[in-house]
Nanobody, 119 residues
Framework: QVQLVESGGGLVQAGGSLRLSCAASGNIFNFNVMGWYRQAPGKQRDLVATITSYGSTNYADSVKGRFTISRDNAKKTVYLQMNSLKPEDTAVYYC?????????????WGQGTQVTVSS
């Protein structure tokens, strides 16, 4: 069983920066995709960024050029560096990992961490 523990959220002013971390435990196999999703009150949970175990990345258009996702495979940890933060980035951010067991996808989620950007 896979578990994810995330940290790094907080309150920042517009234009500021924040770095989120998410550490995985358990067997995540040799290939997996780790990523970040966010959800504001009353809104859908949306993809922010993903990164595969070999380093391929994908970003939502709204964060391109401002956010950077990275990972440390030895630590089984994924990071999200958030720069030039805007009030519309305010949300609960959830860490995610997708793994494929015998060709079938399974998803695991972190507990969520609040990011609040003040104007």
């Amino acid at each position: 069983q896979v578990q994810l523990v995330e940290s790094g959220g907080g309150l920042v002013q517009a234009g500021g920066s924040l770095r989120l971390s998410c550490a995985a435990s358990g067997n995540i196999f040799n290939f997996n995709v780790m990523g970040w999703y966010r959800q504001a009150p009353g809104k859908q949970r949306d993809l922010v960024a993903t990164i595969t175990s070999y380093g391929s990345t994908n970003y939502a258009d709204s964060v391109k050029g401002r956010f950077t996702i990275s990972r440390d495979n030895a630590k089984k940890t994924v990071y999200l560096q958030m720069n030039s933060l805007k009030p519309e980035d305010t949300a609960v951010y959830y860490c995610n990992i997708a793994v494929w067991f015998s060709g079938k996808r399974d998803d695991y989620w972190g507990q969520g961490t609040q990011v609040t950007v003040s104007s």
